[in-house]
């Protein structure tokens, strides 16, 4: 799908790859609807500035499913041709630290919303004969990495969700791209990365969410279903994929519960 004059809606616009992807679509110009916790009049300069036939900003706490409901009223009578479902949180932390707040806010956030905002805007989609709707996975939905238990089962749950839209949607005019996506410096990797660094062995190399954007918007333009990650994680991706037995001993390996002094 094209991305010049393109309706274009991106939950956590504001900063790591939901910001990079939306400044994208605005060098594109496309119309973008940005879904923030806070509104941000400089980010609206910076977009418009870039190119973007407009700009709206939209407030939405995705932890609430009334302030969902509310947003979704809000924007009725949008004819938004792309969904980019791409807020999300990672509590990277041992199970049993987690507390019960923390799980049912990023079982929300990364799944539940996004399936939540996918209803909303999937009938006029349909009528319309044109959409599509970009969900964003993770490397850790697809092997299993100590400290992300709910955050692993949450993105696993997106790809599940999104496979089985795919199916459903085939033939309406309506698509899904599901992103699996890589470690991506943002602020959300960084915290995982220093979590971690104590217990886990963990040295996947971060690209930076501009080029991650980059390839988002190729996968936009040329209508592919999935974004995979390239070396090293997509090598470990296929390993627990194909040999678990490996995967998991190599992890195993690499954590202990107590942490090292750096
Ligand atoms: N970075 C990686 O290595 C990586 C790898 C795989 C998948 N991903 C996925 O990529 C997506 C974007 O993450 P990122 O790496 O760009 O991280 P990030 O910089 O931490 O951005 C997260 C975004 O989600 C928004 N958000 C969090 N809680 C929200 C809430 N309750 N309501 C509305 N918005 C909320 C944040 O808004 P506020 O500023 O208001 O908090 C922010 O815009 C996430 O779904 C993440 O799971 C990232």
Redesign the pocket.
């Known amino acids: 799908m094209e991305l010049k004059g393109s309706h274009v809606m991106i939950?956590?616009?504001?900063?790591?790859?939901?910001?990079?992807f939306a400044k994208e679509c605005a060098e594109d110009g496309a119309h973008l609807y940005l879904?923030?916790?806070?509104k941000d009049a400089a980010l609206v300069k910076e977009l418009e500035t870039a190119g973007a036939a407009s700009v709206t900003q939209f407030q939405?706490?995705?932890?609430?499913a009334s302030?969902i409901a509310k947003f979704l009223k809000s924007s009725e009578e949008l004819k938004i041709d792309i969904l980019f479902?791409?807020?999300?949180?990672?509590k990277a932390e041992l199970f049993e630290n987690q507390t019960t707040e923390e799980i049912y806010?990023v079982v929300?956030?990364?799944l539940t919303?996004l399936m939540h905002l996918s209803q909303g805007f999937l009938p006029g989609m349909l009528k319309r004969r044109r959409g599509k709707i970009i969900n964003?996975?993770?490397?850790?939905?697809a092997m299993y990495l100590p400290f992300s238990s709910t955050?692993a089962a949450a993105?696993a749950g997106i790809s599940a969700f999104t496979s089985v839209l795919r199916t459903e949607l085939r033939g309406t005019g309506v698509s899904t791209l599901l992103?699996?996506?890589?470690?991506?410096?943002?602020?959300?990797?960084e915290?995982?990365e220093k979590r971690n660094r104590k217990n886990f062995e963990f040295q996947?190399r971060?690209m930076n969410?501009q080029t991650?954007a980059k390839i988002i918007r190729e996968a936009v333009l040329n209508d592919l279903e999935t974004v995979e990650p390239q070396g090293l994680t997509g090598i470990g991706m296929r390993l627990a994929k194909y040999i678990p037995q490996v995967f998991d001993w190599e992890v195993r390996r690499r954590f202990s519960r107590k942490a090292k002094s750096l």
Request: no cysteine; aromatic share 8%.
């Open positions: 939950t956590g616009a504001n900063r790591g790859i939901g910001r990079a879904v923030l916790r806070k939405a706490d995705l932890s609430e302030s479902n791409n807020a999300g949180i990672l806010d929300q956030i990364n919303a964003n996975s993770s490397f850790m939905g955050y993105k992103l699996i996506t890589p470690p991506v410096k943002t602020r959300m990797f915290e995982f996947e971060a969410p991650y």
